[in-house]
């Protein structure tokens, strides 16, 4: 089943703007995940942040976690035309025997 | 350390007929994980693979089947092909199982069932 939702769905900005990508989930969780998909290709973990954390940083990527909205968001901050691809975030929890749920994904299209 | 490997990277395949995808994860990596992923219904978990054994199956029909080798090498197999069944077949590794470690993608197997 898919726990994970992100919002929106679809996601166009301006080359240079921010973007911002929210993933909420339904029941509690050990661990929450950010991938990064490149049309066609694999995905590549982005950051991982647990239950006890309240943000994570990485390059030009930050991601907050609030437990009580039962929610997280992904921001990339001065967008490049690189960053074009579907973003899915994937949570475990102490019901879930190891397996990460998923979401269905925001596309992202960064514009020139 | 070279990445999480699947072959072949595309497939075409008639309906009725079998198909082997093979994934060969990170060295070191005991966890293997296999997803499909279509339009439709986005990334949908088949089964999980920790030091040959079978631990996680998602919610697939049997014609769905995998296997993991004493090298970590796990190879799943769909058999009689159906048209829904073309997707693309993603596998991953990661070094522990959970959610505490991240997964490792491969580029993926285009099944196309005609």
């Known amino acids: 089943s898919q726990q994970g939702e992100e919002d929106p769905q679809a996601l166009s900005i301006q080359e240079g703007e921010n973007a911002t990508m929210n993933c909420s989930y339904k029941?509690?969780?050990?661990?929450l995940q950010w991938y990064r998909q490149n049309s066609g290709r694999g995905l590549v973990h982005l950051i991982l942040?647990?239950?006890n954390e309240r943000e994570k940083h990485s390059g030009r990527l930050r991601v907050t976690l609030d437990t009580s909205k039962k929610s997280s968001s992904l921001l990339i901050t001065a967008s490049r035309a690189a960053d074009t691809a579907s973003y899915f975030c994937?949570?475990?929890?102490?019901?879930?025997?190891?397996?990460?749920?998923w979401g269905a994904g925001t596309k992202l299209i960064i514009k020139p | 350390k070279a990445g999480v490997t699947q072959t072949p990277r595309y497939l075409i395949k008639t309906r009725g007929q079998q198909v082997t995808l093979s994934c060969s994860p990170i060295?070191?990596?005991?966890?293997v994980s296999w997803y499909q992923q279509t339009p439709g219904q986005g990334l949908q978990f088949l089964f999980e693979?920790?030091?040959?054994?079978?631990?996680n199956k998602g919610n697939f029909p049997g014609r769905f089947s995998g296997r993991q080798f004493s090298n970590s090498r796990s190879e799943m197999n769909v058999s009689t092909l159906e048209l829904g069944d073309s997707a693309l077949y993603l596998c991953?590794?990661?070094?522990?199982?959970?959610?505490?470690?991240?997964?490792?993608f491969g580029n993926g197997t285009r099944l196309t069932v005609t």
């Open positions: 991953a590794s990661s070094a522990n199982r959970g959610g505490n470690s991240p997964l490792h």
């Open positions: 060295s070191g990596h005991r966890s």
């Open positions: 693979y920790f030091s040959e054994t079978q631990r």
């Open positions: 029941t509690s969780i050990n661990n």
């Open positions: 942040i647990r239950s």
């Open positions: 994937a949570t475990d929890g102490p019901d879930s025997n190891y397996q990460l749920i």
